[in-house]
């Protein structure tokens, strides 16, 4: 038997499994398809709860996995550019990470916990 057959009158595709045929799996589709990162799934909590008929329409559009990864891949690029900037900013060096880790430690947490507040105020938690 083959592993893969056609079916000419609705073009659906079939995989041999065992004994049986099942439609096989769109597997381009899914490579395709950025995984939504965890501000995109904070966004989409947002939408859930305080704009219901924004998240009903880009749902029921076909939008939402889309819209999610681009609020997703613009919070990512916004909170490395951040992290990056106020460090420089305020002399983090690997020299100080080398000579007092505690102290970096302190200033980094410092940093990245107000790059998260930057982007839920600007992207996650927009009015």
Same mark, same amino acid.
């Given at each position: 038997?083959?592993?893969?057959?056609?079916?000419?009158?609705?073009?659906?595709?079939?995989?041999?499994?065992?004994?049986?045929?099942?439609?096989?799996?769109?597997?381009?589709?899914?490579?395709?398809?950025?995984?939504?990162?965890?501000?995109?799934?904070?966004?989409?909590?947002?939408?859930?709860?305080?704009?219901?008929?924004?998240?009903?329409?880009?749902?029921?559009?076909?939008?939402?996995? *889309?819209? +999610?990864?681009?609020? $997703? #891949?613009? %919070?990512?690029?916004?909170?490395?550019?951040?992290?990056?900037?106020? !460090?420089?900013?305020?002399?983090?060096? *690997?020299? +100080?990470?080398?000579? $007092? #880790?505690? %102290?970096?430690?302190?200033?980094?947490?410092?940093?990245?916990?107000? !790059?998260?507040?930057?982007?839920?105020?600007?992207?996650?938690?927009?009015?």
């Amino acid at each position: 038997m083959e592993k893969y057959i056609t079916d000419e009158r609705t073009g659906l595709k079939y995989e041999l499994v065992g004994d049986y045929y099942i439609i096989a799996g769109e597997d381009e589709q899914e490579e395709e398809r950025n995984p939504i990162g965890i501000w995109g799934q904070r966004h989409l909590r947002y939408l859930k709860h305080h704009r219901k008929v924004v998240y009903a329409n880009l749902l029921t559009s076909g939008k939402l996995p *889309e819209y +999610l990864a681009n609020i $997703d #891949q613009q %919070a990512s690029e916004m909170f490395e550019r951040l992290v990056k900037q106020m !460090a420089a900013a305020e002399g983090i060096t *690997e020299h +100080l990470k080398a000579t $007092d #880790q505690m %102290a970096w430690v302190r200033k980094m947490n410092n940093i990245i916990n107000s !790059a998260k507040e930057i982007i839920n105020i600007s992207i996650i938690y927009e009015e």
